[in-house]
């Protein structure tokens, strides 16, 4: 709103200032500020807000360390992580960039989903909360819009770069580096020299002309990384500061990527793919940057507010949505490597348990307890080292990540 607001000033009015506005780090750095004040100065008072209505966290007891000294603590505290992220997104992008679009619907969509899920806890007293099929509904509803409309939508475009004998320069001595914007289903390999990987190849062996139902393999896929990273961010979410701390380094690191992706410069540059409209990301990455380190105020050891489902799922979804959307999906295994490993732990352990169940007459374990986090704390850590070793984890990943854009 402020954006078309001061646009409109700095047209009619020649406002001094107001051309400040176009600039995507002015905007980002307004985005974070203002989130990050909303998180800790409002937050409080949601807090106690909840604290008044006694939605409490109800705590199994578990036989680890001061788990059951958590019961009552304030939960669905995701909600600050919501507001804190949409206000600042509402005041500051394009409303009509179609990547803000589908950032605010997958924000809403999952926060909802996470929301009944901690309500039916709460309020129901039903520890088993929303029903997972509605949960899985509500993802792969989710991964039907978003895998639609970057498939579909004309604004979601990729720019490939031009041959060196086809670069040239116009009247005006601006060079033409990039080709006109196309659609396409192209998206980054890590690691390797000729990085890219268009999902449309899978269709060329059938015959030509089936490119355009590329959609067919692209959309499963969109399905399947929404699911898998809102999860592996619900699994995480175990322990004071986890999930907050370890996606605000993922998110960050998304957001260059972002920047990098939506600045013709750069994209030359580190040769990745220029995409354009996609550097309004930024503004709404900032601000979810700004909404996770602001909540973190109040989630670090010990905790006086849990994020509850409503802000875990939330988390995950809007991980996911990026990743896709500046197409680094396939480095999500690197860089969200934490949730990977949470999620595996929890598979691992529950298919050896049914198997040695069945071969052996009684389930064995491969570790002390699942998720990961949970094993170091009956290994007897403390949570508040478990979650600094895991954010250094994170960052080690988030690094290496990077690293992919020169290291191929």
């Given at each position: 709103?402020l954006?078309y607001?001061?646009e409109f000033?700095?047209?009619?009015?020649?406002?001094?200032g107001a051309?400040l506005f176009?600039?995507i780090?002015?905007?980002?750095?307004?985005?974070?500020?203002l989130?990050?004040l909303?998180s800790t100065?409002?937050?409080?008072?949601?807090?106690n807000y909840l604290?008044?209505?006694q939605?409490?966290e109800?705590?199994?007891?578990?036989?680890l360390d001061g788990?059951?000294?958590?019961a009552g603590t304030?939960?669905?505290?995701?909600?600050?992580?919501?507001?804190?992220?949409?206000?600042?997104?509402?005041?500051?992008?394009?409303?009509d960039?179609?990547?803000?679009?589908?950032?605010?619907v997958?924000?809403?969509?999952m926060?909802t989903?996470?929301?009944l899920?901690?309500y039916?806890k709460?309020?129901?007293?039903?520890?088993?909360?929303?029903?997972g099929r509605?949960?899985v509904l509500?993802?792969?509803?989710?991964?039907?819009?978003?895998?639609?409309?970057?498939?579909f939508?004309?604004?979601?475009?990729?720019?490939e770069k031009?041959?060196?004998k086809?670069?040239?320069e116009t009247e005006?001595g601006?060079p033409v580096?990039?080709?006109?914007?196309?659609?396409?289903?192209?998206?980054?390999?890590?690691?390797?020299?000729?990085n890219e990987?268009?999902?449309a190849v899978?269709?060329?062996?059938?015959?030509d002309?089936l490119?355009?139902?590329?959609?067919?393999?692209?959309?499963p896929?969109?399905?399947f990384?929404?699911t898998?990273?809102s999860?592996?961010?619900?699994?995480?979410d175990?322990?004071?500061?986890l999930a907050a701390?370890?996606?605000?380094?993922?998110?960050l690191?998304l957001?260059?990527?972002?920047?990098?992706?939506?600045?013709?410069?750069?994209?030359?540059y580190?040769d990745?793919?220029?995409?354009?409209?996609s550097?309004e990301?930024t503004?709404?990455?900032a601000a979810?940057v700004?909404?996770l380190v602001?909540f973190l105020?109040?989630?670090t050891?010990?905790?006086q507010v849990f994020m509850g489902d409503?802000?875990?799922?939330?988390?995950?979804?809007?991980?996911a949505?990026?990743?896709?959307s500046?197409?680094k999906?396939?480095l999500?295994?690197?860089?969200?490597?934490?949730f990977?490993?949470e999620?595996l732990?929890?598979v691992?352990?529950?298919?050896?348990?049914?198997?040695?169940k069945k071969?052996y007459g009684e389930?064995?374990?491969?570790f002390?307890?699942?998720?990961?986090?949970?094993?170091?704390?009956?290994m007897?850590?403390?949570?508040?080292k478990?979650?600094?070793?895991?954010w250094i984890?994170?960052?080690?990943l988030?690094?290496?990540?990077i690293v992919?854009?020169?290291?191929?």
């Amino acid at each position: 709103m402020l954006y078309y607001l001061f646009e409109f000033l700095g047209k009619q009015y020649d406002l001094i200032g107001a051309g400040l506005f176009q600039y995507i780090t002015f905007r980002s750095a307004l985005a974070f500020i203002l989130s990050l004040l909303f998180s800790t100065i409002y937050g409080k008072q949601i807090i106690n807000y909840l604290q008044r209505k006694q939605v409490g966290e109800s705590i199994r007891d578990l036989g680890l360390d001061g788990q059951v000294e958590k019961a009552g603590t304030p939960t669905m505290g995701g909600v600050i992580i919501i507001l804190a992220t949409l206000i600042p997104v509402l005041l500051l992008s394009k409303l009509d960039n179609v990547y803000i679009i589908i950032l605010m619907v997958t924000t809403l969509w999952m926060g909802t989903i996470g929301f009944l899920d901690d309500y039916i806890k709460v309020f129901r007293r039903n520890k088993e909360g929303l029903k997972g099929r509605f949960k899985v509904l509500g993802q792969v509803t989710l991964g039907l819009f978003v895998g639609a409309m970057l498939f579909f939508h004309p604004d979601v475009t990729m720019k490939e770069k031009l041959p060196k004998k086809f670069q040239y320069e116009t009247e005006a001595g601006i060079p033409v580096l990039f080709g006109d914007a196309i659609k396409s289903t192209k998206t980054t390999i890590p690691f390797l020299k000729n990085n890219e990987l268009d999902y449309a190849v899978a269709f060329d062996w059938i015959g030509d002309g089936l490119r355009d139902y590329a959609w067919l393999l692209f959309i499963p896929v969109v399905i399947f990384i929404i699911t898998a990273v809102s999860n592996g961010a619900n699994l995480t979410d175990g322990i004071d500061g986890l999930a907050a701390g370890t996606s605000a380094i993922i998110v960050l690191t998304l957001g260059i990527f972002a920047w990098v992706s939506g600045n013709i410069i750069f994209a030359d540059y580190l040769d990745v793919m220029y995409i354009p409209n996609s550097g309004e990301m930024t503004i709404f990455i900032a601000a979810f940057v700004g909404a996770l380190v602001g909540f973190l105020w109040y989630n670090t050891y010990p905790a006086q507010v849990f994020m509850g489902d409503t802000g875990s799922l939330t988390i995950g979804g809007i991980i996911a949505v990026l990743a896709i959307s500046v197409r680094k999906e396939l480095l999500i295994p690197i860089l969200a490597g934490i949730f990977l490993i949470e999620n595996l732990s929890v598979v691992l352990q529950v298919g050896f348990f049914k198997y040695t169940k069945k071969k052996y007459g009684e389930g064995r374990r491969i570790f002390k307890m699942s998720p990961l986090h949970h094993h170091y704390q009956k290994m007897g850590y403390h949570e508040s080292k478990i979650v600094t070793r895991f954010w250094i984890v994170g960052i080690m990943l988030a690094v290496l990540t990077i690293v992919t854009l020169k290291l191929r």
